[in-house]
């Protein structure tokens, strides 16, 4: 389906209509109305039109393969619901599907039946002519227009967010890896006071790549196999490009004149404490780690790596810490493990034999995270034999037939000292594995579930369940821009369609005080129902790749139980799950370093980078609570002017000299040009 997000997007790109046919391919509802307004998630409204073309036999559904027969021609109208708004249509000729364009024989189909008594009068056209005689009808029509507010579903294809699970991973980590290295490319330009080392060509050509392959049938997963095969090449070469760039701005960035150094970089959009986690060089083996101030920062020894908590490391910048060779102080571990459980400074947890939670209880908040009775991260595996369309599809019948991993071959205690316990679990299910790392933190609420799987299943779908003692009859989504509401019970057909459903980097149950948070760093099926929260993990479809998924698969879900609401924790907690922070070998001219922190109503920094046009600063962000007020920007960077521009870089705002102020509006885009003294 369509982000709810997309009217504001096109909008803000110069686009004052939408057109589109699939959304009435629809399992069990229609949209009411073929030509209507669409209300995006900021407010914003675009005049959208379905194309109403018959498939093959008069079908129902319409299609975006548009020949000039009679049966379509006339079909095209008798479909159309809003003839008391509009007496005039677009026929779309020619195969879509495939590209093959328009034929000789439809041209003169068109000929024939452009005055044939009976059948309504065809004519040829642009598309953007019809739209433009299409909005001057809605606007001078009396008649009532409808106005659609919220997502556009599709009730179809639910499987498309899970196929093909590597290209999502890799979809995922090159999406902010793009982010990264265009920061750390206006990072460098501001401290060399130069642009010259900014990398605008490779990342075209990277952007242009990852862009390529959201089309579909790739990034869906639903295409033959050959595909993933130049797509998996073309993402890591697209990776090595990213890596070398990025490498290159750390280098140049950070000196390493001082050995015993360390710069600490943050690309979320807050000001965060984390973890950090350093390889011990040669004369690191014993020693202390220290801020710019002096004070000692809690620090432990995991193998040949230091781990270390870093309290404060400022929004989009940096921070500098230190080591010191000198005998540091013995710290207790943090955590309390036994056979089958553990204790935390957050949480009583417990598992049976066959490696699942069967306690989960939070001393702070003094309540069960679990519903009385449930088990928690349990690994489902389900039939899925779609009706058509494997690598496509999700039908609601699958859930009649689970099964649960509880072949449990051993669990291991891993690491555990004053930062993170990290216990290891080892299942086995026909023939496949799965070892999962459970990570606890004594720093944080978040608990992690780092999991390898050797998936050998073929049409089964891998999901993974947590029943918590929530009550809402709604739950909330992270999606582009912004988080969406859907429901939780099945009191329409409207509600139980959205069975499976699009999540980004997290999902939230919460009543009032308190919820609990699925995040996730590539995945993006979600099913929420009554009190039960599900993520997809893998699909195992054989059409039309045989071979989808077979294999290896590394991948990360969260679970971050907490009190208030999702608005206080989730978003940074899935970002530093996606985004942890990096620690290089030396030190930047400044020892601490914000390039935008924003003050006032929420926002998220989504993209730092050159302007496509000057030498100047782009900076895109979105509130992403659902509010409105102003927001106050403090950046290290030595602006001169700015000026509010649109997603094309366009000006619609006056170049300002003074405070970086702009008034947001609930989960409203902005984007600023600004301009640096070099």
């Known amino acids: 389906g369509y982000s709810w997000a997309l009217p504001q997007i096109l909008k803000k ?297 870093v309290p404060k490391v400022p929004a989009l910048g940096y921070t500098t810490i230190f080591f010191s060779a000198d005998m540091p102080m013995e710290s207790p571990s943090a955590f309390t493990v036994q056979d089958s459980g553990v204790e935390t400074p957050f949480y009583r947890l417990a598992w049976n034999d066959s490696g699942q939670l069967t306690e989960l209880y939070d001393k702070e908040l003094q309540r069960s995270v679990l519903a009385p009775g449930s088990k928690g991260n349990v690994l489902q595996i389900f039939e899925d034999k779609p009706m058509a369309h494997d690598a496509w599809d999700i039908d609601i019948y699958y859930q009649q037939k689970c099964q649960e991993v509880t072949h449990l071959i051993s669990t291991e205690v891993l690491e555990q000292n004053e930062l993170r316990c990290v216990i290891r679990f080892h299942w086995e299910f026909d023939q496949s594995k799965f070892v999962q790392d459970m990570v606890l933190y004594s720093r944080s609420r978040r608990i992690d579930f780092r999991t390898y799987a050797n998936w050998r299943q073929r049409q089964q779908l891998l999901k993974v369940a947590f029943p918590v003692d929530v009550r809402a009859v709604e739950a909330t989504f992270d999606i582009q821009f912004g988080s969406v509401k859907r429901p939780t019970h099945w009191n329409t057909s409207w509600d139980w369609a959205r069975f499976e459903t699009v999540g980004h980097h997290w999902a939230d149950l919460s009543e009032t005080g308190f919820g609990v948070s699925l995040l996730n760093d590539c995945k993006y099926g979600y099913d929420i129902k ?90 895109r962000l979105h509130e992403y609570v659902g509010g409105r007020g102003t927001v106050r920007l403090h950046t290290d960077l030595p602006v001169k002017s700015w000026q509010e521009v649109n997603l094309l870089e366009d000006s619609v705002g006056s170049v300002e000299s003074g405070p970086l102020e702009l008034s947001v509006k609930p989960f409203e885009i902005k984007t600023v040009l600004i301009e640096i003294d070099s």
């Open 13 to 309: 790109s110069g686009i004052d209509t939408f057109m589109t046919t699939k959304i009435s391919w629809n399992q069990y509802n229609h949209l009411p109305h073929d030509t209507f307004k669409w209300r995006g998630i900021d407010g914003t409204e675009i005049l959208t039109h379905f194309i109403t073309t018959p498939t093959q036999g008069g079908a129902r559904f319409y299609t975006y393969n548009g020949e000039t027969r009679a049966p379509f021609v006339k079909g095209i109208w008798d479909n159309y619901r809003d003839k008391d708004l509009n007496k005039e249509l677009l026929l779309a000729y020619g195969y879509g599907d495939g590209g093959g364009g328009v034929t000789r024989d439809m041209l003169e189909m068109r000929r024939r039946l452009a005055d044939m008594p009976g059948m309504p009068k065809a004519q040829t056209g642009s598309a953007g002519d019809y739209f433009d005689r299409l909005h001057q009808t809605m606007d001078a029509t009396d008649q009532y227009v409808h106005t659609w507010d919220g997502e556009l579903y599709l009730e179809y294809h639910r499987g498309t967010y899970t196929s093909q699970a590597l290209n999502k991973w890799y979809n995922r980590k090159l999406e902010l890896a793009l982010r990264e290295t265009e920061w750390l490319g206006v990072l460098q330009a501001a401290a060399a006071k130069s642009w010259q080392n900014y990398p605008a060509g490779d990342l075209l050509q990277a952007w242009q790549t990852v862009l390529l392959h959201q089309f579909h049938d790739i990034i869906p997963g639903s295409s033959i196999r050959e595909v993933y095969e130049d797509s998996l090449e073309d993402y890591r070469a697209v990776e090595q490009v990213l890596d070398t760039r990025r490498a290159e701005a750390f280098g140049l960035l950070a000196s390493q004149s001082e050995p015993t150094g360390y710069t600490v970089f943050n690309n979320g959009s807050w000001q965060m404490g984390g973890l950090v986690e350093i390889s011990a060089a040669d004369g690191m083996e014993v020693g202390s780690w220290h801020d710019t101030t002096g004070s000692v920062l809690t620090a432990g020894r995991t193998g040949s790596r230091w781990l270390v908590h």
């Open 530 to 619: 009554d009190h039960v929260m599900r993520l997809s993990l893998l699909k195992g479809a054989i059409h039309p790749d045989y071979q989808a998924d077979l294999g290896e698969h590394r991948f990360t879900y969260a679970l971050l139980p907490h009190g208030g609401s999702w608005m206080e924790a989730t978003p940074q907690e899935a970002w530093q799950l996606n985004q942890p922070f990096q620690a290089k070998l030396g030190q930047t001219a400044r020892a601490s370093f914000t390039t935008f922190t924003a003050e006032g109503q929420p926002v998220q920094f989504d993209a730092v980078k050159r302007a496509e046009a000057k030498d100047a600063v782009i900076l």
